[in-house]
């Protein structure tokens, strides 16, 4: 509640109401205060004629803040920020466009998407583009193996070698992921497949040279899963994790749908060499990208999986690996291969694995060898 009551001013034709609040003032008053004038030819003698005159006057919460910004712009101050602080955030009237101070260009627009969900995005696009390095040879053998004269057992031998360091990089992914986290095994692993990708035309003609190339991919592509869950499980929370892991790995059947979908016209336009160069700069394209992805500004705190600051990196290795050490003698091993259970997963997951890379590797050539389809149409 608010109160006016009447003042003289001096001037014979106006009269002046000083503005009082029940409420003491936080402020010395000003030379000249807030007040209204009406110009009503009201003199000092009439106005004494009421003199318990009053007016009380219902202020919204609203205009009363209304009033106090205006009384801030003073000395370079614009509703209690600076103009330099303006300026540096970029969201002044001038530059907004909207009429509003403190709006900004929504630019760029994934600016305001929380980092884990960055982070859950990359970390998709990386599975994709593995995928695509991975069944790019299947579709690639086919005109290699006419250029260079290569048997089915010699183009066999090629694309196993690419299991061999994928099976072995496993355990070691998850250790490696313990010791440095998972983010930064990602990105080494990513660099690793995508660098030897890229030098798989220029070895070619040397077998062993070749077979290293395609190991390298597997061991970099291999170690990604591990890295994988352990960046989920530091930045996501736990409501969350089943639907990050879901989108994460989804990215793996979108890069074989992708790898042999772009990969027949490269190498028809272009030449079977392109195809390893091309995927091989997504990524690197990605490796590049993903050094500017912040992980320390996520909005979730995960729970303290990685160690403290303090610790040396040496501690932290020799703790690893006793802890490896104690929890691999902790494994009941026996009770395992006597479990009935275990036996029945083992042996399912081959069965699909044997399935599921077999005709990955193998269906293109046998559409285009026996069916006598293009590469286009046997991917």
Request: a neutral charge; proline letters at 6%; one cysteine or more.
């Amino acid at each position: 509640m608010a109160m006016f009551t009447p003042s003289p001013r001096g001037a014979d034709n106006f009269a002046c109401f000083h503005f009082h609040s029940q409420k003491a003032s936080l402020s010395p008053p000003r030379t000249t205060p807030p007040l209204l004038f009406f110009n009503n030819k009201l003199h000092h003698s009439q106005l004494h004629s009421f003199p318990s005159l009053k007016f009380r006057v219902l202020c919204s919460i609203k205009e009363k803040e209304n009033l106090k910004e205006t009384d801030k712009v003073t000395n370079g101050v614009l509703t209690g920020l600076r103009v330099n602080d303006l300026d540096q955030s970029g969201s002044g009237p001038e530059e907004s466009g909207s009429g509003k101070v403190g709006s900004d260009w929504d630019w760029p627009p994934w600016q305001n998407i929380p980092e884990r969900y960055k982070l859950i995005g990359t970390t998709s696009l990386a599975f994709v583009i593995c995928n695509m390095d991975k069944v790019n040879l299947s579709i690639a053998i086919i005109p290699m193996s006419h250029q260079f004269g290569w048997n089915s057992s010699v183009a066999g031998l090629v694309q196993s070698s690419f299991f061999w360091g994928y099976a072995l990089s496993q355990l070691p992914g998850g250790w490696l992921a313990k010791i440095f986290g998972g983010r930064k095994v990602l990105e080494i692993g990513v660099l690793t497949w995508s660098l030897a990708t890229a030098l798989v035309p220029l070895l070619a003609g040397f077998m062993p040279g070749l077979i290293l190339s395609r190991i390298l991919v597997g061991i970099g592509e291999g170690v990604s899963p591990s890295a994988a869950t352990d960046l989920i499980a530091r930045t996501i929370p736990l409501e969350e994790r089943s639907r990050a892991v879901g989108f994460v790995f989804g990215g793996l059947s979108v890069g074989s749908v992708a790898g042999l979908l772009l990969a027949p016209p490269i190498i028809q336009n272009i030449g079977w060499g392109s195809v390893f160069y091309i995927f091989g700069l997504l990524g690197l394209a990605w490796f590049l990208g993903f050094q500017f992805l912040k992980e320390g500004n996520a909005s979730f705190t995960a729970e303290p999986i990685s160690w403290s600051p303090s610790t040396s990196r040496t501690q932290t290795e020799n703790s690893s690996l006793r802890e490896l050490g104690g929890s691999l003698k902790e494994v009941p091993w026996k009770s395992f291969f006597q479990s009935q259970a275990v036996w029945a997963m083992t042996y399912t997951h081959f069965c699909g694995s044997w399935g599921h890379y077999t005709c990955l590797s193998w269906l293109p050539t046998y559409f285009s060898e026996e069916l006598n389809l293009n590469l286009t149409e046997a991917a």
